[in-house]
Each structure stands twice: as structure tokens, then as C-alpha cells.
């Protein structure tokens, strides 16, 4: 029997985390920060990161926010969705259509967030890209860098942090102020594809 070889495509992004600078502009931001959202731990989402994710209680001391699928963040959600799935076929190319529920996350002085990954069991399983969005102006906080394993980057308000749901990240300790931020994924019907 003769097995036909599929010619290997080298995928050097694999890994990375890229940050966009100013992807979001302040007017942008600014509504994203007032945005109606829903406490977290009401939401099932939530519930199932508590779940299926390793560590989850550890590694998000942050105060969190569902901001949920309505006219008033609509747009949140189609920006987060169009950027991740333009970064998606950039980078990644990932089997990945479906945007998770956004999160709006608050670090507060002090509060951190270890190093860790975004994958999981279950339905958390299936992300494949994260984007962070950088909703606090430079000036309000100190510390919070988001780094990854092949680095970090400064982060102005509205940055764009993009990375696979397998890349190890942490951000560092906020030490004064607070950093707010957006958190999504990229899902996809099938897990490492």
C-alpha cells in the first residue's frame, strides 16, 4: 500500500502573540468601557470556564464582566469577531468562524495573572485565538504588561493582543491603578485543527 504525502506547509506564527497597536481608537475604547455588562458568575459561560479550564480560580483574580449578545454590544462583539478571524487566516489558519462570549476584565493594584493558557477541556476545547483589547488609557495604570513566551510589548489603550489558545501567557502585576481589558476567543467545531 502507498500512502500519499500531503507537502508540509511551515507555519512560523504557530506560536507567536503579536500586538496591534491603537487597533482600537479611543472612541472605541471609551464606550467599551461603559458597556452593560452581566456579573460573571451568573453567566454560564463562566460556569464553564470554572469547569473546564485547569487553574481558572488561580489565574483570574480580575473583577469580570459578560458583556452580553445585544444592540448595545453588538459592535463589540462584530469588531472582535471581524479582527480575530482576519488575524486567524493571517497567522494561524485555524478551523475557527465562532466568537465566545466577550469578557471585560479589571485588574486592580496588586492583582495579576499568572502564567497560563486559554485551552481546556470540553467546550473550552475548541478556542483556538485569544485577543486581548486594551481599554484603559496608559495614564490610569502602571505594571499589567501581557507577555507571552517569545515576548511582551508596550500596551497604549486599544492594543490588540492576539495569541493561539495554546501559547502560555501571564500579565504581569498592575502596580498602580487599575487595567481593564477585553478578552475573546476564536472557537471552532473541532478541537487542534
Given at each position: ?58 489565574y ?11 444592540e ?13 478571524k ?27 495573572m ?66 481593564t ?13
Amino acid at each position: 500500500m502507498t500512502i500519499a504525502r500531503t507537502p508540509l506547509v511551515q507555519n512560523d506564527d504557530i506560536l507567536r502573540t503579536f500586538f496591534y497597536k491603537s487597533l482600537f481608537k479611543k472612541e472605541h475604547c471609551e464606550p467599551a468601557l461603559v458597556a452593560r455588562g452581566v456579573p460573571a458568575e451568573t453567566h454560564p459561560y463562566y460556569q464553564q470556564e470554572l469547569e473546564h479550564l485547569p487553574g481558572f480560580r488561580h489565574y483570574k483574580p480580575a473583577h469580570i464582566e459578560i458583556l452580553p449578545a445585544n444592540e448595545g454590544n453588538q459592535w463589540i462583539r462584530d469588531s472582535l469577531q471581524s479582527m480575530l478571524k482576519v488575524f486567524n487566516e493571517r497567522h494561524y489558519q485555524f478551523e475557527a468562524t465562532r466568537l465566545s462570549e466577550v469578557q471585560r476584565m479589571t485588574l486592580q493594584s496588586g492583582e495579576h495573572m499568572p502564567w497560563h493558557y486559554n485551552l481546556g477541556t470540553g467546550p473550552m476545547a475548541l478556542r483556538k485565538v485569544c485577543i486581548i483589547v486594551v481599554l484603559s488609557h496608559e495614564n490610569t495604570y502602571e505594571g499589567g504588561q501581557v507577555c507571552s513566551i517569545v515576548g511582551s510589548s508596550a500596551q497604549p489603550q486599544g492594543t490588540a493582543i492576539v495569541y493561539p489558545s495554546m501559547a502560555t501567557v501571564c500579565l504581569r502585576p498592575v502596580t498602580q491603578g487599575s487595567l481593564t481589558f477585553l478578552f475573546a476567543t476564536l472557537d471552532g467545531e473541532r478541537p487542534f485543527r
